[in-house]
């Protein structure tokens, strides 16, 4: 199984940019699809962005423009580039891994491994 740690988040203003981090301990990380997912205090975990083996991305349509997902196979690590951050973007940022062909159908179910998050808060 893959195990993912995220990081990079924290306490930013609103306009501001962030970018978090997940590096995966399984190599090689080519062989997996890549997402990231958030979840705010009392919603469900919302899909944000996926990556393919072959670097195909798919973002979450209300999200498209601000974020940018990326993934270096050397480095073991993907990447979720923020910008333009709202105070609605705060939450729990999850990276997971998928094997399926279904990774971009925004679905928590296809992706077999997450990380234990990591809080994004911005203020107003």
């Known amino acids: 199984q893959v195990q993912l740690v995220e990081s990079g988040g924290g306490l930013v203003q609103a306009g501001d940019s962030l970018r978090v981090s997940c590096v995966a301990s399984?190599?090689?990380?080519?062989?997996?699809?890549m997402g990231w997912f958030r979840q705010a205090p009392g919603k469900e975990r919302e899909f944000v962005a996926a990556?393919?083996?072959?670097?195909?991305?798919v973002y979450s349509d209300s999200l498209k423009g601000r974020f940018t997902i990326s993934r270096d196979n050397a480095k073991n690590t993907v990447y979720l580039q923020m910008n333009s951050l709202k105070p609605e973007d705060t939450a729990v940022y999850y990276c997971?891994?998928?094997?399926?062909?279904?990774?971009?159908?925004?679905?928590?179910?296809?992706?077999?491994?997450w990380g234990q998050g990591t809080q994004v808060t911005v203020s107003s």
């Open positions: 399984v190599y090689p990380l080519r062989a997996y699809h």
């Open positions: 990556i393919s083996r072959s670097f195909a991305t």
């Open positions: 997971a891994a998928s094997t399926s062909v279904a990774y971009g159908t925004g679905s928590p179910t296809h992706y077999v491994s």
